[in-house]
Each structure stands twice: as structure tokens, then as C-alpha cells.
């Protein structure tokens, strides 16, 4: 029979996931799990230098026990002579804040714990303990749930900078190796409680399906997990390079895509295009569930400019004409008070404005048709000038032009769509819009005969120096 610490390391040599001198934080809770593992890269270190420290979370869920728990890491930290980074978090207060299950707190916790012991450390990798049985146990859950391809894959051998190093073995295996080798360890008394979905999962519907359906049960899903995970491997990349054909604009709090594009691939293309949208602006994909993706695959398959669904309470999914747009709803341009002869940054720094009192003398011969600068009789400003979005029920007084017209209408003349109108910023004060920035000033501003002070308006690229 082949020793565990042989299939441990054939198993990071097979699928690459440490690297000489890499840093690795290995989570230990304390249990027969995370114990096995530390001591398997205790001795896998002796074959390859590594940086190894432990981390351990005491999500104050069992009182005594935990605080035992975080005890017993330390030691064995100790005993070994690794350093070891532990932290206490008071899950239950989290979960009554949120309203949510306290398996799903305490597992938002425990990530952002270490996210945050990742950065402080610069380290590699953080090694999980998860092993074959969890698995098992999370692909049933997942299939229960009515999860997709991903849920069904189960837990990755590795995403981001997380590792399951353990992952192939059984509980079985973990447990002879630990009476092999007289490693002691720490019992969670809540393992075995069927008040918790996991444990009624383990303890109670995989026998049940072992006794009267399948004695090979786990083994016949984690076949399932690895064919889900070769399929979700290729939709994954096929999804990218769609996505890259559809792509009109990426930035930051906004995604546009061309829809006709977009609607030319096959529906599943369609749905992990979304996934990966939502991926690149790290929203959950959970946020878009079996009947939500239903929903946004309606709205954009009518074509409709205009419609629109909330995705979260600030980001939206919205058809305008001939394009699917993702964006966060906010005010994208800070309003800015303006003072003469400063300059402001505009469009998330790429461009500067600055307004400037000149003399007649200085005024150009032509005005240009460049939109980016304006001459307007200073006069005419009433109170302070600011710098903002566009707001539902502007108006302006067109340039040569007799009467009001609103802004949205005047946006549509000039074919802006509809999701740029709030990336433009508008110059106002008190007496109402006076530019419209790279586009038109207001009638009531422009230079006359008896224009005493002129005030030079320009937006410019900025230079970075």
C-alpha cells in the first residue's frame, strides 16, 4: 500500500502547486485534517526548501473548545518552530449583523482572514486542509442546492493563491496516517451535530445512499467532480475568448459589450460570459441565481434599449441600442467646487480642467471647432461654479438657439448613449448649466459686444510627468 506523504507529494509534483523557496501559510484548525497536513509538509520540506508558517482562526463558535483549540496550535507551532499567526473573530455578532447561516459567516470570515495573513505576510500560498470526503460531501451539497458545472466540479485543487493539498486523500487514509505516526489533535465536538446542512450530509444522507443505492458512492462522485471539472476547464476558456470578441469598453465600474456579438454564441457561452464579467468585477457569481440569469438572458435577448435589472443594490445590467452594459451605479464624477486658475482632475485622472480669467486681446482670432476649450463672458456666472454628473431634468439654453432644451434630449441628438451621459461632467452655478463639457456652452454664456471679463474654459489630457 502506498504511504500517504508519497501520494502527497506526487500529488503537488503532478498538478505543480509549490515551487522551491515558495511561502506557504498552512491553515491549521487544529483537527486530524490540518494536523495530518502540517506534519506531511513538515517532511515534504525535507526535500525542497520551503517557507512555512501556520495560520489558525478562533471563530469563538464553541466557547472553551476554541480557545483550546488556538492553545493546541500554538504549541504545535512551537514544536515544530514555525511561526504562527492567530486570530480571534467573533463570528456570531457577524452573522446576527447580516442575517446570514453561520456556516456561511464564519466561512467569509475565515477567507478574508486569510486574504488579509497573505498580503501582511507577502506569502505564496495558503494550504487547506480539505480531503477526498469533503469533496464528496460538497459536490452533493452543491447538487442539492441546484448548483451549475462549477458547483459540480467541488472544490478546485487550487484557485487564486489557495491550495488543497490533501485533496485526493480519504478520511480513512488521514486517520491511519495519524495513528501511524502518534500525531495528536483536537476533536470538534460540532462535527457531529445534524443541526448543521454538512453534517447531515456526512453523517446521515451518504450512508443512506451507500446502504441502498451505491456502496461506491464516492467514488462515483468525485468521477463526477473531475469530468464537471475538465467541462468547466473548457467552457472557461471558451468564455474568454467570446468575451474578448464581445468587449467594446472595460473599466473599472463599468463592462460594455457589443449584444449583437454577444447573442451570436451558443446560450451556456452566453451565461459564462456573465460569470466571468462578474468574476473580473468581483461580485459573487451566486448574486446571479437560476431564475436571476434567467431574468438578464430575457432582458438581453429583447433587445430593448433601455430595460434594465439590479443585479446588486448598486450595479445594473442594462441594454442601450446596440449594447449590454454592466456598471455600478454611482456618482461617477465627485461634484468639484471650481476656483480660478486651479486645475482638476476629471475622468478618473486622465484629464485636467482649469478655468482662467484672459483678456480680450488673448481671445483667438477663429474659435476652433475643438470642443475642449470655450471662452464665456465671466459676467454672466452667478454664485459658485461646480463640476458635476448629469441629473434627471436638466436644461440648457442651446447655443444660438431661443428657448430650453433638455439635456437628455440634447443628448440623444448627438447619439450619446445612454451610459456615457453620466460619465460627462457638466459646469454649472447658480444661474443653471453653463458647458457642457466637450460638447456645447450654454447660449447665456457666450462672449457678447459688452463681455467685460472673460473666463477661458479647457479640459486637456493630462501628462504624466
Known amino acids: 500500500m502506498t504511504d500517504l506523504f508519497e501520494k502527497f507529494s506526487d500529488f503537488i509534483n503532478k498538478n505543480h502547486l509549490i515551487s522551491p523557496d515558495d511561502h506557504v501559510l498552512i491553515a491549521v484548525s487544529g483537527g486530524i485534517d ?23 482562526i478562533n471563530h469563538q463558535l464553541r466557547g472553551s473548545q476554541a480557545d483550546e483549540d488556538q492553545q493546541f496550535v ?30 456561511e459567516g464564519a466561512r467569509f470570515l475565515r477567507y478574508r482572514f486569510f486574504k488579509w495573513a497573505l498580503k501582511r505576510t507577502g506569502a505564496d500560498w495558503v494550504a487547506l486542509g480539505h480531503h477526498a470526503d469533503d469533496q464528496v460531501e460538497t459536490v452533493i451539497d452543491h447538487f442539492l442546492r441546484g448548483s451549475g458545472v462549477k458547483g459540480l466540479m467541488g472544490m478546485p485543487i487550487r484557485r487564486d493563491k489557495f491550495i488543497r493539498p490533501l485533496l485526493f486523500a480519504t478520511r480513512k487514509e488521514i486517520e491511519t496516517y495519524a495513528k501511524a505516526h502518534s500525531l495528536h489533535y483536537q476533536v470538534d465536538s460540532t462535527n457531529e451535530m445534524t443541526k448543521y446542512r454538512r453534517n447531515r450530509i456526512r453523517l446521515e444522507l451518504i450512508p443512506y445512499l451507500q446502504q441502498h443505492f451505491n456502496p461506491a458512492i464516492s467514488d462515483v462522485v468525485l468521477r463526477t467532480a473531475q469530468i464537471m471539472d475538465e467541462v468547466e476547464s473548457y467552457m472557461q476558456e471558451q468564455a474568454g475568448k467570446a468575451l474578448e470578441t464581445c468587449l467594446v469598453n472595460f473599466k473599472k465600474h463599468k463592462i460594455v459589450l457589443d449584444i449583437n456579438t454577444f447573442l451570436n454564441y451558443f446560450i451556456a457561452i452566453q451565461k459564462y460570459i456573465l460569470y466571468q464579467i462578474l468574476d473580473r468585477i468581483e461580485l459573487p457569481r451566486s448574486i446571479l441565481t437560476s431564475a436571476g440569469m434567467d431574468r438578464a438572458m430575457q432582458l438581453i435577448g429583447t433587445r430593448v434599449s433601455g430595460k434594465r435589472m439590479m443585479l446588486t443594490a448598486d450595479w445594473q445590467l442594462s441594454i442601450d441600442h446596440e449594447c449590454l452594459v454592466i456598471q455600478k451605479i454611482q456618482n461617477l464624477i465627485p461634484e468639484l467646487a471650481i476656483e480660478l486658475d486651479r486645475i482638476y482632475e476629471l475622468g478618473n485622472g486622465e484629464f485636467e480642467f482649469q478655468a482662467t480669467l484672459i483678456d480680450r486681446e488673448q481671445l483667438p482670432q477663429q474659435f476652433s471647432i475643438d470642443r475642449k476649450i470655450e471662452y464665456i463672458d465671466y459676467g454672466r456666472i452667478k454664485g459658485p461654479m461646480v463640476i ?59 462672449i457678447t459686444e459688452s463681455t467685460r ?5 479647457q479640459v486637456s489630457k493630462k501628462v504624466e510627468v
Open 34 to 56: 490540518s494536523v495530518v497536513l502540517l506534519h506531511l509538509f513538515i517532511r515534504y520540506q525535507e526535500s525542497i526548501p520551503l517557507n512555512l508558517e501556520v495560520i489558525h
Open 74 to 103: 500554538t504549541r504545535l507551532s512551537k514544536q515544530y518552530h514555525l511561526s504562527v499567526t492567530s486570530r480571534k473573530i467573533n463570528v456570531p455578532k457577524f452573522i446576527e449583523k447580516k442575517g446570514i447561516s453561520q456556516e
Open 388 to 446: 458635476r454628473n448629469f441629473q434627471v431634468g436638466d436644461r440648457f439654453h442651446p447655443l444660438n438657439l431661443k428657448g430650453t432644451k433638455k439635456l437628455s434630449d440634447f443628448f440623444t441628438d448627438q447619439k450619446i448613449p445612454l451610459h456615457q451621459r453620466r460619465d460627462i461632467p457638466i459646469l454649472v452655478c447658480d444661474a443653471g448649466i453653463i458647458w457642457i463639457i466637450n460638447h456645447q456652452i450654454d447660449d447665456r454664456f457666450k
Open 453 to 457: 471679463q472673460i473666463l477661458k474654459l
